[in-house]
């Protein structure tokens, strides 16, 4: 039988070096909180009810973050050290036998990958625990490895409590351990505050062992960018970066031409269809589901949005919260947001806002219109700078504009208000009262010709002179 694995994520510490107001958790890289993505991780070796976050600063806010994942939580509410913060687990998580893989919540690019072989390796020998370590060009602020003269682990050296020697060493603490979880909460009591910092030191754990006659191991990873922690923010840059790049690379493995990919920016939850192209400097956020055959043209964000197949976002554009179905054309430089929904074929031009509004099939707007709380049926043309007027300084009220009308240039179309379908409105009007279908409004002063107006005024003047 497989031995049942417990997953321990460190998630209580502020994040002093972070200088944020915000626990270190909750800040974002790759488009998701850090704490989102060491879940994820641990959820691909462990059910939830198996996965416990030791939480404290900001603790509602990290449960809110995750909880959906059904995992479990332990209040450390007093931030002691790592060794602390697994110490207040012991009463609950003491009975649990096994493997107790121990992460901590800044670790964003570990992959499953690495906890299989980390478990793997623990399985094969006879230690006490196995760390993961790897070797930094520049150590900087981690854990420093030391091993003895036959390559054991002696110990791990802080950097606060290392000797100038001891800095030395590129080989650094990943901080992911797998425990034999009896062992552990037999010793883990043994830890004691004596260090500069006067904190419980997980690590300490490597002499604890030795002292009752076991030992840790090492297992050094040759990708050191998975155990990279996050302590500053332009740690944080570094990693979204990595997390960036990954996804990318995952698109056009997946069958997405990406121009220029070190230029995009797109979040974990995206997902894009074959044959799809995303333009330079595009950003694709949040749970925007794009189709097969789209086009997202340069410097254009989709926020939160559906695609289906098809699309074409022309560059500079803005969507939000929106949905766009099959062979939908918007942009360049339009903006779409609070659930815009644009049906198949629809087209949305330059400069075009459209807010909470449905857009029929194969309807037009093609230049300069905001068209806010608006029901635009099938086929309507909406010309150049029409406006529905939707608020009246207190409430916002509808606009409801029938099948196959016909919307003249620089309407003013004042809500509540109604066109009926196959309508025409004369460009310039505007329309305070409801249109019936297939009539033709004007609303708008009637033009008046004065013949030789000007030809008699320059005649007047000259006679001045
Ligand atoms: C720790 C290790 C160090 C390792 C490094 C890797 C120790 C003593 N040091 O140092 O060897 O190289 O991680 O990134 O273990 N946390 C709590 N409660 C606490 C303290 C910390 O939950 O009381 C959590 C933090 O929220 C964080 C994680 O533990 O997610 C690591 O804490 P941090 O303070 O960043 O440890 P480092 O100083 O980086
Ligand atoms: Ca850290």
Not at 152 to 160: G, N, S, T, Y
């Amino acid at each position: 039988m497989e031995t049942p694995i417990t997953v321990v994520i460190l998630a209580a510490g502020l994040g002093t070096r972070m200088k944020s107001k915000q626990a270190k958790v909750l800040h974002q890289a790759g488009g998701m909180p850090l704490i989102e993505h060491i879940v994820g991780t641990a959820l691909a070796l462990a059910p939830p009810e198996r996965i416990f976050l030791v939480v404290g600063h900001q603790a509602g806010e990290v449960q809110a973050a995750v909880a959906h994942h059904g995992v479990q939580f332990i209040v450390q509410a007093e931030q002691r050290g790592t060794g602390h913060a697994l110490l207040v687990c012991r009463e609950r998580l003491s009975g649990l036998p096994g493997h107790l893989l121990v992460l901590y919540g800044d670790c964003p690019l570990l992959t499953p990958g690495a906890l299989r072989q980390l478990v793997e390796a623990q399985e094969q020998g006879e230690a006490a625990a196995t760390v993961i370590t790897t070797v930094l060009e520049d150590p900087t602020g981690y854990g420093r490895i030391l091993r003895n003269e036959s390559g054991r682990l002696q110990a791990i050296v802080e950097q606060k409590d290392a000797t100038p020697e001891q800095l030395a060493e590129r080989e650094i603490n990943s901080g992911i351990y797998c425990f034999r979880a009896g062992l552990l909460w037999e010793q883990i009591g043994e830890i004691q505050p004596h260090n500069v910092a006067r904190e419980y030191y997980l690590t300490d754990m490597v002499d604890i062992f030795h002292r009752a006659g076991h030992f840790m191991q090492p297992l050094v990873l040759a990708d050191s960018s998975e155990v990279l922690g996050i302590n500053t923010r332009a740690e944080l840059a570094l990693v979204d970066r990595i997390l960036r790049e990954r996804k990318a690379r995952q698109l056009m493995l997946d069958g997405v031409t990406i121009e220029k990919p070190e230029t995009v920016t797109i979040d974990a939850g995206v997902t894009v269809g074959m044959d799809s192209v995303i333009g330079p400097f595009a950003q694709l956020l949040g749970h925007t589901a794009i189709g097969e055959d789209c086009r997202v043209g340069a410097c254009s964000i989709v926020r939160d949005s559906r695609l289906a197949a098809g699309v074409q976002v022309a560059p500079f554009t803005m969507v939000d919260s929106s949905e766009l179905e099959t062979g939908v054309r918007v942009g360049p430089y339009a903006r779409l947001r609070m659930s815009a929904h644009l049906e198949a074929g629809a087209v949305v031009g330059n400069f075009v806002e459209v807010k909470k509004s449905r857009i029929g099939a194969k309807a037009k707007s093609q230049h300069l219109a905001y068209l806010g709380d608006a029901n635009i049926g099938k086929g309507v043309n909406v010309g150049a700078g029409t406006i529905t007027c939707n608020y009246d300084g207190e409430r916002k009220h509808p606009t409801i504009i029938g099948d196959g009308a016909f919307i003249g240039s620089n309407s003013t179309l004042v809500a509540p208000v109604e066109i009926g379908a196959g309508s025409y409105v004369a460009a310039g009007s505007v329309i305070t009262e409801n249109v019936p279908p297939d009539a033709l409004a004007l609303g708008r002063a009637r033009q008046v010709v004065k013949e030789e107006w000007a030809k008699k005024r320059k005649a007047a003047a000259e006679t001045r002179t």
